[in-house]
Structure formats: structure tokens, C-alpha cells
């Protein structure tokens, strides 16, 4: 959460294996050393048993990369919640562009993703950003403010309980990335729609995301409404990783 420093998330996307894993973790956990940020990293579900073992009495959380909307049932290949529970996952991700690109998540299902998982007790990382065409047509505002109102509909008073993650499309995986004034500008945003939904809205990250990487990470974090970062491509470079997580515990 906010009062406690930068919340530096690593999601690892369809990336790794038993052994590859192993090692990034234990590089990790081996240069991590101090404890004024949060670190999550989001591994695919098949890993999150492997990774609950390998965090286990670290400062590193778990996440995992997507949540069911349903509660339970027949809903074959879905991962419920609870089950994310069971393994000792404390956030989610939800609504990632390349899920509401690839996968035809709509604003209103990524909304009930967040509200499964906060009724699980998982922090749900809400996921919202504009692709290049929506920028270039002035629609930036517009379009994360729809999906962010979405969310804010579907959860009411617990809104204060999420962290958002404001991830351009078109600086995601192209080393193209928002500058500190763009993020600062769209996160600013955001903020002020989280004040007008709730009293707390100063609990709630602001996390930015796309083409973040050792170079860029403090100039980003220290914008007034950075939260800290949702980081892909660098998060699978331990060293990388933990040059992110120094900026963030400036
Ligand atoms: P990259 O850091 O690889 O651009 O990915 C960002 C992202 O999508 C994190 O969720």
C-alpha cells in the first residue's frame, strides 16, 4: 500500500520454467536489501506453488497474472479466487492490455475479476492505458477514465482496497516509454477520479508500466503520483530488477 513506500510489481508474463525461476529468485532474494518498497513478482499459475515455496519467510509478495470472475464451478480452465488463495497469492492482475487485446476482456469483466479478488482478500492490480490510436486522437483521458469507472461502479466503497496500473499500450514491450511528464499526467488523473469515489483515495498505488527498465525507473518514480512500477521484460533480469527496486527505495 501507498504508506508504505513504492510497490514494485515484476510480471513475468508466459515466461520461465522450474529451473529459470529457481534462479531468478534466489538472485533476487540474495540482493534484496532492504525493506522500504513492496516487491511483488505475478508468475503463470502453473509456477505459483514452485513460488510460494521459494518466497516463503521473504519480503517478496506473490501474484498471479489473471483471476476468474466466477466463484466456482463449471467453468473449465479458470482459476477461481480462492484457489489463488490457497497458494499464498496477495495480488492480481487484472485487465492487462495484451488480456483485453488478445482475450476480449471488456471493462465490465475485468470489473468483476477485481471484485472476485477483493472478496478473496487479494489486492487486485486493475490494469487501464491507451493504445497509440486512442493517444493520437486525444482520447487518452477519456479511455482510461472508462476503465477505471468500471471498476469503481462494480466495487463502491472497497475501490480504496485496489492498486491501478496506468500502462500505455503502445510503450508496452517496445522500449518506447511514457515520459515522466506523460505518466505524471494521466496518473494525476486517475487520482483525482479515485478522490471523487472515495475519502481514501490516498491509500490506493498508482503504479506505471511500460518499457520501465533500470535507466528510466527513478525518473518515473519520482513523479508525485508514481506509485512505483509494473514492470515485464526487466523483471525477468534479476539485476535489472533490483536496480528498480533501489530507485524505488530512494
Ligand atoms: P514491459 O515492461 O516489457 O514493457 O511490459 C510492461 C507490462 O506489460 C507489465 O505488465
Known sequence: MRASGKLMVGNWKMNGSLAANASLVADILAGIDNVSFQAVVCAPFVYLSQLQSLLVGSTVALGSQDVSMHEAGAFTGEVSASMLRDFGVRYAIVGHSERRQYHGETDVLVASKAQRALAAGITPIVCVGESLAEREAG????VVKRQLAAVIHANGHCISEIVVAYEPVWAIGTGRTATPE?????????????QAATAHAERVSILYGGSMNAANAADLLAQPDVDGGLIGGAALKAPDFLSMLKAASC
Open 139 to 142: 482520447q487518452t483521458e477519456a
Open 182 to 194: 506523460m505518466a505524471q499526467q494521466v496518473h494525476a488523473v486517475l487520482r483525482s477520479q479515485l
